[in-house]
């Protein structure tokens, strides 16, 4: 049984259902069902249901919010994901090789789809992150803690609070590239002041601009943040930003486009299982670039192997040409 969990917010939706309908009729399988996203249901409900009604594998249609949420209930069950990337970064499908196609690109649509049918599964890894709520109401026990999941990566610092200052409206028009300007704004901000602790460590005071946890390597343009980790690693990567002066931002750009991030002087890498942050002032927190509010104490931790992946189909090699004809 496949279902297909749709935003209908994004503009590819329509296409996807049909294109999705076509396939399954090609290939003699049943009829999908379709189950929609809404602002108050993003996407974890729709996939419980599908795993209760027994699907073998959801097909969901969205940005990394949607697909965050839907993995969320699909971890640790034998229900496997695929996605059609139709968001504004699409950072987990981005490393996993896929691609959001254009509007009217029906052929590419139908020849991912079909890959999403018949593709095999891996398993791959979740973040996770518990977090106490700056804003919760007073004396509001079910506010003391939330916990949700991330597959690229979360963040507590600027980069977060880049993330909340992006506009729909700006994503919209500029689309990854809305982050970029609206971070540009915060370059200069003073890092914050916050208790670190690794793997269960003692807790360690550092400054920061950022801290990040990655689960997967890339960002979009080509730009590798997390050199040393994959969404199969078992790991997560933690990531310091602390830029000493304005010019440092070049050489982050310069080495991540390079794909050595680790050798600009602004950034401090770490392989983690699990991370502890807390800090004594709201810290905004971001996950797969959905903003989650502030925060003032965050858990970090990975789950291995515990999500099933449907991966695009391999390209095809172009052929050789062939000699040349006789004279």
Known sequence: MIVGIINPARRNAAAVEYALLDVCRDRGLPVPTFLYTTADQPGAEQARRAVRAGASRVIVAGGDGTVRHVASSLAGTQTALAIVPTGTANLFALNL????????DRAALYRDLLAAVDGAATLHDIGYVRWTPAARSAGNAAEDWRQETFLAAAGMGADATTVTETSETAKDRLGWLAYIAAGARHLRRPPAHLAVSVDGGAPVDLRAWSILLGNTPAIPAGITVFPSVRSDSGTLELLRVLPDRPLAWAGVAFHGLRRRPQSATALEYRLVHGV????????????????????????????HACLRVVLPAPRRPSPEPGPAPEP
Not at 99 to 104: F, K, L, N, V
């Open 97 to 104: 090789g896929l691609r959001r196609r254009g509007r009217g």
């Open 276 to 303: 502890k942050i807390s800090s004594s002032e709201p810290v905004d927190l971001q996950l797969d670039g959905d903003a989650m509010g502030s925060a003032r104490e965050a858990e970090f931790w990975v789950s």
